[in-house]
């Protein structure tokens, strides 16, 4: 699985909403459940997933998918360019 | 971790696996599915449902998922309900709150001093060495505080935790007399000596547990987020802590420690290696074994019945405890030894009998796989120890086994050992008297009715949570209920204890009934403690609350036997009443008796 559907798929099953509604511009307004309380599930599954660990200033920022992307290719995710 | 292999889970072993991965892998996803599957069990698999209150300084919301999954395992099934905030005297001091009118089984209380004391948890050395002290005092001051007046408006078991230590704690803070770590101390001993004294008070050792933990056990980085400092990594570890503390509220503790007896109480087969070549000594390896049997006599003490179960030839094991030195056990303080070439199920079964106890009171110890695969597939009730033929393993499953765990030891606790004997011997003059009736006459019995006070409510409280065998309708009432009956004076609420010329059983008999208008009298509860059977006890009690109903001017008694899977000695007892068949089918029977009516008493009962 692709680091991308991985990502989504996290997204999708911490919020509890279907995979396809999940893209690049999924956010805090666009996904039910993603508050501070929401966030502290997403945050916990995303470290579990990809290994990694979030700053606090990292996820204060955490505004998109768009953003916890990039976060996480900055700590040496790859996201392979495949189509959508 | 995975789910201590000591701790009792009843679930079946797939959804048992689901659960331990579930609670390891701690992920939101995992503990939604784990859930899901644990909700798809037949009710009866689930286990009794109990509602628990949070009060909390600190953000626990999304750990709660975590922490119902840890107490489904039990099996349990939990409902909790969290209060806003820091809105702990709004909710346990105010009978109309939220909580308390959600009417709770019992309620926790999860603090820290990040919030009940943010100055001195943080800036400290700005207030003065007065101010901090002041501070503290009025600390101490609000717990009581609070503690008193939730006695006033709820008898709702109330669980404290202890505040852990705030993460930061400098030199100066252990030096000074009034830093943090001395509002900790205080605030905590006052806690302990609250639990002490009340026995609706229950602590939550919550410093305890982080102090074990160590530093990972809080994350900063959530506690400054969302004001939730319990690590992710750490919550595992937690809830089942809290599982723990809350499951002998909930369960009855295991009544007996059956124990092999070649490697586990000490090193060595003692039909192989002689009197003289087992292990059981100061040094090492024998202080292992030492150390086992130190455990086992703690308890013991604590009001454990101990039974040996060895596959040996009884004169062997008598030698060997009357020669071996630097044993703390000793032969008398097994309630029952089946040193013999019998399946250790065999034995059981039998020892269960005497001791007129279930099965599933019971708890086994042995070092060898096939024993405790025998014992599992003959009585699959019966709970065994995962330990291996290391004796650390066995030293450990004692220490750290939840199955004997209770909150504090009556004077029934701690004079059970010795109860039971009695019982043996009354068991054996039964065996010689030529007539069941002779025998009774003998024992010279005297029984005394009493309502329930401030004495007998702990026992009453007891009986009514563990009672199964002798007892009619199986209603688990909490203390709340209890005191709802006794505050209505129309109800009758009768104890019976017992004494004969062997010593005092205490309060071993219960009848709850309950007023229905002018003239119906419903028996909610009529129980009987096991250790009582077969005396006519029952008659007894029975004949003194149709007695009182009469004389209190009821026109009609009615009741009902409800069947469970473990009261069926008692199906016909309201037929052997004489009380009249109302209807009747699997689960259920109806009765009903017009008062008023005159029950005779067994005569070699003497009743004060």
């Given at each position: 699985m692709s680091n991308k559907n991985k990502l989504f798929e996290t997204i999708a099953s911490v919020f509890n909403t279907d995979l396809d509604s999940i893209s690049e511009v999924s956010s805090p307004d666009t996904v039910t459940g993603w508050d501070s309380m929401g966030m502290v599930h997403l945050v916990v599954e995303l470290e579990k997933v990809f290994n990694v660990q979030f700053d606090i200033m990292e996820i204060a920022d955490f505004h998109s998918v768009e953003i916890i992307k990039t976060v996480l290719t900055e700590k040496g995710v790859i996201f392979d360019q495949m189509p959508s | 971790m995975i789910i201590n292999a000591n701790a009792p889970f009843l679930l079946p072993s797939d959804i048992r696996q689901h659960v331990s991965e579930a609670l390891a892998d701690t992920g939101i996803v995992a503990v939604r599915s784990a859930l899901k599957a644990v909700r798809s069990l037949p009710n009866e698999q689930r286990g009794k449902t109990f509602r628990l209150g949070i009060v909390r300084t600190f953000t626990i919301e999304t750990q709660i998922d975590i922490l119902t999954l840890a107490m489904s395992a039990l099996p349990c099934q939990i409902e909790i309900k969290i209060s806003d905030l820091e809105n702990i005297e709004q909710e346990l001091l105010?009978?109309?709150?939220d909580l308390l009118q959600w009417k709770p089984d019992a309620v926790l209380v999860l603090w820290r001093?990040?919030?009940?004391l943010p100055a001195l948890a943080f800036t400290p050395q700005v207030l003065s060495h007065e101010a901090r002290l002041s501070a503290i005092l009025a600390l101490v001051e609000r717990i009581e505080n609070l503690t008193k007046g939730y006695l006033d408006v709820s008898d709702v078991p109330l669980i404290l935790s202890t505040l852990p230590l705030p993460q930061t704690v400098d030199l100066y803070d252990l030096h000074d007399g009034s830093g943090r770590r001395h509002a900790v101390e205080k605030a905590n001993a006052v806690l302990l000596n609250l639990v002490a004294k009340n026995p609706c008070f229950f602590l939550f050792d919550f410093a305890g547990w982080a102090a074990k933990k160590?530093?990972?056990?809080?994350d900063q980085k959530m506690d400054l987020y969302v004001r939730q400092p319990i690590a992710a990594s750490a919550i595992e570890d937690f809830s089942l802590f809290l599982a723990r503390t809350l499951r002998p509220i909930i369960f009855p503790s295991a009544k007996v420690l059956a124990l092999d007896l070649d490697?586990?109480?000490?090193?060595?087969?003692l039909g192989e290696d002689g009197v003289s070549g087992v292990k059981i000594s100061y040094d090492f390896p024998g202080n292992v074994y030492r150390r086992i049997q130190q455990r086992v006599l703690e308890l013991k003490s604590s009001g454990v019945l101990l039974v040996l179960v060895s596959k040996n030839n009884r004169k062997d094991v008598d030698k060997a405890f009357s020669t071996l030195s630097g044993m703390p056990l000793k032969l008398s303080d097994f309630y029952e030894i089946c040193a013999n070439w019998e399946e250790k199920n065999r034995n059981l079964v039998k020892v269960a009998e005497r001791l007129s106890?279930?099965?599933?009171?019971f708890v086994f110890v042995d070092d060898q796989a096939f024993e405790r695969e025998q014992m599992q597939f003959h009585l699959p009730e019966v709970s065994i120890l995962q330990v291996t033929e290391d004796p650390l393993t066995i030293l450990n499953a004692l220490e750290l086994t939840w199955l004997f765990d209770r909150f504090r030891l009556s004077q029934e606790d701690f004079g059970r050992h010795s109860d039971y004997q009695l019982q043996t011997q009354r068991k054996e003059l039964e065996q010689n008297s030529s007539s069941a009736e002779a025998f009774l006459w003998t024992l010279e019995l005297r029984a005394c009715l009493a309502t329930v006070n401030e004495q007998s409510m702990g026992r009453v409280l007891q009986m009514l949570g563990k009672t199964n065998q002798f007892n009619l309708t199986t209603r688990r009432h909490m203390k709340a209920d209890l005191q709802g009956f006794l505050n209505s004076p129309k109800n009758i609420i009768l104890t019976l204890s017992l004494a004969d010329r062997f010593g005092e059983q205490g309060v071993i008999g219960l009848a709850i009934a309950v007023a229905e208008g002018v003239d119906i009298l419903r028996v909610d509860s009529f129980l009987l403690s096991c250790r009582a059977l077969g005396r006519g006890a029952e008659d007894v009690l029975w004949s003194a609350l149709v007695q009182k109903a009469s004389l209190n001017g009821f026109r009609l008694l009615k009741t009902e036997y409800l069947r469970t899977l473990k009261n069926n000695q008692v199906s016909d007892l309201f037929d052997r009443f004489g009380m009249e068949r109302l209807t009747s089918n699997q689960n259920c029977t109806e009765y009903q008796l017009a008062l008023p009516c005159l029950v005779k008493s067994p005569a070699w009962i003497t009743v004060t």
């Open positions: - | 105010n009978p109309a709150s001093l990040d919030e009940l160590g530093a990972v056990a809080f490697n586990v109480l000490w090193g060595g087969v106890l279930s099965l599933d009171s």
